[in-house]
């Protein structure tokens, strides 16, 4: 067995970026170990001096995750491009990123953290975690168009049908929605499908972790409780494949 531990696993527990972003940041050099371009797969070893964008990286001992309450028009990226990026936004202390997505026009519950191995282990639709919200649709609600979120929906454009899911009426054109998977705009494509045009969209739960009365715009940490208990939701999950998260 090699020795040392892999340059993307190394930057993902330094709360750099996920692992899959740091394979891609190595395969543009813009890694070095001990001032040589990183290569994908390399190792690093104990004293090793390893840079990102030319700063040196330190592994960050503190774990960090944050319940944020993220409003309408806030792109979930670390993306500095972006003005509206969900890092300067929330202007953490320490580097930390988003776990998944959350499309602009959405709000609701994102978590952050600077650990790379929980973003893969939630986030990897095979693993079956659970994403909850309440929307609001345009028009009243029919028991077809209910049913038919709940038995699983063609995304033609996507080349997929949704898996089944939990939907539950909350009011004329209210109803809640239970997902294991996160698609690009699942939800919106979903009530399209039937016709219906979504007016607004929240995530409310990712897990075991509750939006509660968590203002817009605000954060807070996740509790010691609910960090044990997520830390057992994922303790068999895989985390070798991230899915893109844009609900």
Known sequence: MAEGI??????????????????????????????????TGSRIQPGQKVCFMGKVVSKEEEKILLAVHKPVGIVCTAEKREKNNIVDFVNFPKRIYPVGRLDKDSSGLILMTNQGDIVNKMMRAGNMHEKEYIVTVNKPLTDAFLRGLAGGVPLVELGVTTRKCAVEKLGKRKFRIILTQGYNRQIRRMCEYFGYRVEELQRVRIMNILLGDLKPGTYRYVTEKEYAQLQKMIANSQNTTVIPQKE
Do not use: P, W, Y
Request: glycine fraction near 8%.
């Open 6 to 39: 892999r340059i993307n696993k190394f930057l993902s527990e330094a709360g750099v970026c996920s692992r899959r972003e740091a394979d891609r940041q190595i395969a543009e050099g813009n890694v070095t170990i001990d001032g040589k371009i990183a290569e």
